[in-house]
């Protein structure tokens, strides 16, 4: 089917490992993307071509890949880093696809 | 740096046409390096991607609002346009702007988003 899943939810306390799934059937066939959200402001690209990091990213984000689940890690996470984080891919027309969001709450 | 912002009206009576603008800084939207999108949230819902516009006006939109909606680019202002028409409640919701890097590189530079109102 055409659509990325994601938990709703991922709670963890600072310092920890913060892991964020998102599962689709497009997902082995094209990259997947991870935006940061945080009220107010403008989303930020966190994870690019599913591994890449842009530039002013911090090392603590990482991306991963396994058939049709790709994962977003976020090592040693910091209060900073709550926020929601959405997946995204797209189908072989072009239409890009976003997952529901997960809100990544740090205890 | 390369910026973006929204702009146009906040309320918009329902069946008439939203019209947002996109004005974009520090890069020129005549770049074929980059795809011009439009992606929207609705209050306490996920991302929805609209479409996008190329500089050559070449178009692909969402297959679920591909009859309402219309996108263009102006070179001379450097910006780029949605339309969207006969609006309903349900299209309540941010609105942003964003690039699209045509080399898969993610849409990785966004506005702030701007809020739009479907209400009589």
């Known amino acids: 089917s055409s659509e990325l899943t994601q938990p709703p939810s991922v709670s963890v306390s600072p310092g920890q490992t913060a892991r964020i799934t998102c599962s689709g059937d497009v997902l082995p066939g094209q990259y997947a993307y991870w935006y940061q959200l945080k009220p107010g402001q403008a989303p930020i690209l966190v994870i690019y071509k599913d591994t890449g990091r842009p530039s002013g990213i911090p090392e603590r984000f990482s991306g991963s890949t396994s058939g049709t689940i790709v994962t977003l890690t976020i090592s040693g996470v910091q209060t900073e880093d709550e926020a929601d984080y959405y997946c995204q891919s797209a189908l072989s027309n072009g239409t890009l696809l976003f997952g529901g969001g997960t809100k990544l709450t740090v205890l | 740096q390369v910026q973006l912002q929204e702009s146009g009206p906040g309320l918009v009576k329902p069946s008439e046409t939203l019209s947002l603008t996109c004005t974009v800084s520090?890069?020129?939207?005549?770049?074929?390096?980059?795809?011009w999108s439009w992606i929207r949230q609705p209050p306490g819902k996920g991302l929805e991607w609209i479409g996008y516009?190329?500089?050559?006006?070449?178009?692909n939109y969402n297959p679920s609002l591909k009859s309402r909606v219309s996108m263009s680019v102006d070179t001379s202002k450097n910006h780029f346009s949605l339309k969207l028409t006969s609006v309903t409640a349900a299209d309540t919701a941010v609105y942003f702007c964003?690039?699209?890097?045509?080399?898969?590189?993610?849409?990785?530079?966004w506005g702030l988003g701007t809020t739009v109102t479907v209400s009589s």
């Open positions: 964003a690039r699209d890097s045509s080399t898969y590189n993610g849409l990785d530079v």
């Open positions: 516009v190329y500089y050559s006006g070449t178009t």
């Open positions: 520090g890069v020129s939207v005549s770049s074929g390096s980059y795809f």
